[in-house]
């Protein structure tokens, strides 16, 4: 898998194996990729990156943000499909 920032550092686009494209999306705040561990695998400890969305909790109550399977059409950039009544909010 590989996973880039885009452009607005509102999201990450992650481009599977198979070419499905899925896209992670914070509207209101800042999205990074940072180096991680990933230790559940059978076969050990493993380099990988993790999202983190920054965000000052002092002056929010909630994350707005979606996880959504981007539209593929042959070599065309993906275009997300976006349903702001869908996005889920966790409560911090």
Excluded: C, Y
Excluded at 68 to 78: D, L
Aim: charge should be positive; hydrophobic fraction near 40%.
């Amino acid at each position: 898998m590989k996973a880039s920032r885009l452009s607005d550092a509102r999201g990450v686009m992650l481009v599977l194996p198979n070419r499905d494209v899925w896209t992670f999306e914070a509207l209101d705040d800042k999205v990074d990729l940072e180096d991680s561990v990933f230790l559940a695998g059978n076969d050990g400890p493993r380099r990988t990156a993790q999202i983190v969305i920054r965000q000052d909790s002092r002056h929010a109550s909630s994350i707005r943000w979606s996880f959504v399977r981007s539209t593929h059409v042959g070599g065309a950039r993906p275009r997300a499909r976006r349903n702001a009544r869908r996005e889920p909010e966790l409560p911090l």
